[in-house]
T-cell receptor
């Protein structure tokens, strides 16, 4: 157990639907990161939050959004889902906003059918 | 923007063999470097990291990596692998002057250790 908790572990949904992935960072960590892992794209950085504020943005589609709440947990919202959104979505956390490595969660496997 | 390339996509070797995985990055500024391992069905775990100082870094499970700045490389090594080292290995780079703390990952190398 890495200390980063992601729920749910698995999610199967239909195209066009909307889902929410949840992440609780390791105790004491203020930064949360979201990554998408797919066979064709590899590990792609989506977005980083630090203490509730967006800190860096990567290859995140407009159909996707995220936020970090006052208790530091984060949610990644994926809408108008397409087959190509099927992937593993990892959350990670770190203490600082910059210059450190992360601790990863176990991921949410999203299957869009 | 930084990028990371891992030369070998798949490596197959026998137990007790030595392992070396190549990693090159492209970024002209100061970087932090990482190797992560992902065992089948599990999350990514940090093997080792380089921030500054001695370019030869020792990590967990007997792994080490050498940072060669002139070659923009951060190769991972293990002198004698075990069957339990079967996993996918990812090199990652953090560009310190970039906004935020984004890690850019290489495409990964799948390592299969035959007993």
């Amino acid at each position: 157990d890495s200390g980063v908790t992601q729920t749910p572990k698995h999610l199967i949904t239909a195209t066009g639907q909307r889902v929410t992935l949840r992440c609780s960072p390791r105790s004491g960590d203020l930064s949360v990161y979201w990554y998408q892992q797919s066979l064709d794209q590899g590990l792609q950085f989506l977005i980083q939050y630090y203490n509730g504020e967006e800190r860096a943005k990567g290859n995140i589609l407009e159909r996707f959004s995220a936020q970090q709440f006052p208790d530091l947990h984060s949610e990644l919202n994926l809408s108008s889902l397409e087959l190509g959104d099927s992937a593993l979505y990892f959350c990670a956390s770190s203490v600082a906003a910059q210059g450190t490595g992360y601790t990863f969660g176990s991921g949410t496997r999203l299957t869009v059918v | 923007a930084q990028s990371v390339s891992q030369h070998n996509h798949h490596v197959i070797l026998s137990e007790a063999a030595s392992l070396e995985l190549g990693c090159n990055y492209s970024y002209g500024g100061t970087v932090n470097l990482f190797w992560y391992v992902q065992y089948p069905g599990q999350h990514l775990q940090l093997l080792l990291k380089y921030f500054s100082g001695d370019p030869l870094v020792k990590g967990i499970k007997g792994f080490e990596a050498e940072f060669i700045k002139s070659k923009f490389s951060f190769n991972l090594r293990k002198p004698s692998v075990q069957w339990s080292d079967t996993a996918e290995y990812f090199c990652a780079v953090n560009a310190l002057k970039a906004a935020g703390n984004k890690l850019t990952f290489g495409g990964g190398t799948r390592v299969l250790v035959k007993p």
